[in-house]
């Protein structure tokens, strides 16, 4: 069966600092990964998607970066956080149909200090 | 702009009534609309999918109904549980791609 994992569940980083999130998908091959904050209230802000290895695609200009090295691995990056950078982080698969639903991993909580 | 509406007002029922949610879209032309769970804390959990074809789809005590005229969903759940408490989000993906747009969800509270 297929599973995402999506670590680490917390994160307390100062702002400035880097940031690194890993998401890794099993159990399925040529998955299409997202990258979704949620800010507290609101709704899943789509950040980054891809197709394939080293193919991204960019929803919102921000100081947040992704990169997909391996068919199954995701990675959401930053140079320098901002406090604006807090937030629910989530990291998402589906397949390349309109009738796969998208599975989520846990999450991230992301405070940005 | 595309916008996809759902009341961020908190629904209070009490246990075994039926609980109602609308999602409401504007400039949007989906194809396809599916509902999810989420529970604090955690990422979504996906439910149902009903196609712009399809009226009305069906699972166990969930039913989702699709009005592409009214640009509205529905999304029923009868004889409701306090387990049932829980965010729930509604998302749209247009017949030229496969990225899911999620709304804001709304909150269940179900009281015993």
């Known amino acids: 069966s297929q599973t995402i994992h999506q670590w680490p569940a917390t994160l307390v980083q100062p702002v400035g600092s880097p940031l690194s999130l890993e998401c890794t998908v099993e159990g399925t091959s040529n998955p299409n990964l997202y990258w979704y904050r949620q800010a507290a209230g609101r709704g899943l802000q789509l950040l980054f998607y891809s197709v394939g290895i080293g193919q991204i695609s960019s929803e919102v200009p921000q100081n947040l970066s992704a990169s997909r090295p391996q068919d199954r691995q995701f990675i959401l990056s930053s140079k320098k956080l901002l406090l604006s950078d807090s937030g629910f982080y989530l990291c998402?698969?589906?397949?390349?149909?309109?009738?796969?639903?998208?599975?989520f991993g846990q999450g991230t909580r992301l405070t940005v200090v | 702009s595309q916008k996809i509406e759902q009341n961020s007002e908190a629904l209070n029922i009490q246990e075994g009534k039926t609980a109602t949610l609308t999602c409401n879209y504007t400039?949007?032309?989906?194809?396809?609309l599916q509902w999810y769970r989420q529970d604090p804390g955690r990422g979504p959990v996906f439910l149902l999918l009903?196609?712009?074809?399809?009226k009305e789809k069906r699972k166990e005590r969930l039913k989702v109904t699709f009005d592409t005229t009214l640009k509205q969903s529905l999304f029923h759940i009868t004889a409701s549980q306090p387990a049932d408490s829980a965010t729930y989000l509604c998302a749209l993906q247009s017949g030229g791609s496969y990225i899911p747009t999620f709304g804001r969800g709304t909150s269940l509270i179900v009281h015993p």
């Open positions: 998402a698969w589906t397949g390349d149909t309109h009738t796969t639903e998208a599975f």
């Open positions: 009903i196609r712009e074809n399809e």
């Open positions: 400039n949007y032309s989906p194809a396809y």
